[in-house]
């Protein structure tokens, strides 16, 4: 995917998640982009690992950077103890708007990022993307249990519990990405 293309897709994301009520901090942008690239296999290019809050890429972290230096991208300063929230700029919305027909093709995706993070604080998100991530990189596990109880070793401030209830609505997730997936083949 070319730059600006890939740009177009980012800005298209940050606004729909805006739509639909989304914080659009860098965590929610994070697992957002982590969702549609990995989940949905939409080529953006990004690395992941997890980290503090789940799924991260520091790639696409120097990315909101660039975008906000190059003027694509502003902060929203909000009132402590809440973190800034991603806005696109004017200068963003006509990039989108002149790759709209290049990124048309990836709005189903964009759609059902967008609603599955709709009302997620960053708890949930985190317990998603790290079930997301345990689910595809760690083929080895067998069994539901067998995730739970190795994402709750790796982040023991997520019970047993929660890691379960996250795994078992990642493996309803995914059923419903598949025909996405699938549709775009």
């Given at each position: 995917?070319?730059?600006l293309e890939h740009n177009a897709v980012l800005f298209s994301l940050i606004d729909k998640l805006r739509d639909k009520g989304s914080w659009c901090g860098e965590t929610h942008l994070q697992k957002a982009v982590y969702f549609l690239q990995d989940l949905l296999k939409v080529d953006l290019g990004y690395d992941f690992i997890i980290y503090k809050h789940g799924p991260f890429s520091f790639d696409f972290r120097d990315k909101l950077t660039g975008l906000r230096a190059d003027n694509f991208l502003e902060l929203e300063v909000q009132t402590?103890?809440?973190?800034?929230?991603?806005n696109t700029t004017a200068f963003a919305k006509k990039t989108h708007k002149r790759f709209?027909?290049?990124t048309a093709k990836f709005s189903d995706k964009i759609d059902f990022v967008a609603g599955l993070f709709e009302g997620k604080k960053v708890e949930e998100l985190e317990r998603l993307g790290t079930a997301l991530f345990i689910t595809l990189e760690y083929e080895e596990f067998d069994s539901t249990e067998e995730r739970a109880k190795f994402i709750h070793e790796i982040k023991p401030h997520v019970s047993y519990e929660k890691a379960e209830e996250a795994l078992l609505k990642i493996d309803e997730i995914r059923k419903e990405a598949k025909k996405l997936v699938s549709k775009a083949i």
């Open positions: 995917m070319k730059r402590p103890p809440y973190g800034p929230r991603f709209e027909e290049n």
